[in-house]
T-cell receptor, first 114, second 114 residues
Framework: DSGVTQTPKHLITATGQRVTLRCSPR?????VYWYQQSLDQGLQFLIQ???????AKGNILERFSAQQFPDLHSELNLSSLELGDSALYFC?????????????FGPGTRLTVL | QQPVQSPQAVILREGEDAVINCSSS?????VHWYRQKHGEAPVFLMI?????EQKGHDKISASFNEKKQQSSLYLTASQLSYSGTYFC???????????????FGQGTILTVHP
């Protein structure tokens, strides 16, 4: 158990819908990262927040957005869902924003878009 | 750009050794190694920093060759529990908006048989 929690564990929805994935980092960690893992794309970095501020951005679609709240939990919002958005979405956390920090991964949310 | 891992897959008998390589075309600042079991979260193994250090714990160790921009993960006397997909995540010290970002390789599937 990494100490990172994610809800829900599974999500099944239809194309065109909007969903919100939630992540609580390990106690004391200030950075939260979101990754998408699909069969053909591997682990893709989406976005990083540090202490409430966006810190680094990957190839995140415009239909996706994220935020980190004052209590440091983070939410990833996915809208206008398409079949190709079906994937495992992982949240990770680390102490600071440095790329030398260990990133601890949560159990993931499996999103299925029908 | 995504680092390249080799081999793509390897099959071992218990007690055999394996080496997994991770190569990047970009200058690297740190390399992070993870193991992932099917459907589970990636589990952190170790971080190597620019400077060519070698790290290890138990029977798993890794090295970082700065000149070649390559890292290698060494698994010795493999156990059944070593089975899984191994990912390297690389970070450059590009700064700016890329600072915390990890770019993951496509993974190496390791299967250990009794």
């Amino acid at each position: 158990d990494s100490g990172v929690t994610q809800t829900p564990k599974h999500l099944i929805t239809a194309t065109g819908q909007r969903v919100t994935l939630r992540c609580s980092p390990r106690s004391g960690d200030l950075s939260v990262y979101w990754y998408q893992q699909s069969l053909d794309q591997g682990l893709q970095f989406l976005i990083q927040y540090y202490n409430g501020e966006e810190r680094a951005k990957g190839n995140i679609l415009e239909r996706f957005s994220a935020q980190q709240f004052p209590d440091l939990h983070s939410e990833l919002n996915l809208s206008s869902l398409e079949l190709g958005d079906s994937a495992l979405y992982f949240c990770a956390s680390s102490e600071t924003f440095l790329n030398t920090d260990t990133q601890y991964f949560g159990p993931g949310t499996r999103l299925t878009v029908l | 750009q995504q680092p390249v891992q080799s081999p793509q897959a390897v099959i071992l008998r218990e007690g055999e050794d394996a080496v997994i390589n991770c190569s990047s075309s970009k200058a690297l600042y740190s390399v992070h190694w993870y193991r992932q079991k099917h459907g589970e979260a990636p589990v952190f193994l170790m971080i190597l920093l620019k400077g060519g250090e070698q790290k290890g714990h138990d029977k798993i160790s890794a090295s970082f060759n700065e000149k070649k921009q390559q890292s290698s993960l060494y698994l010795t006397a493999s156990q059944l529990s070593y089975s899984g997909t191994y990912f390297c995540g690389t970070a450059s010290n590009a700064g700016g908006t890329s600072y915390g970002k990890l770019t993951f390789g496509q993974g190496t599937i390791l299967t250990v048989h009794p």
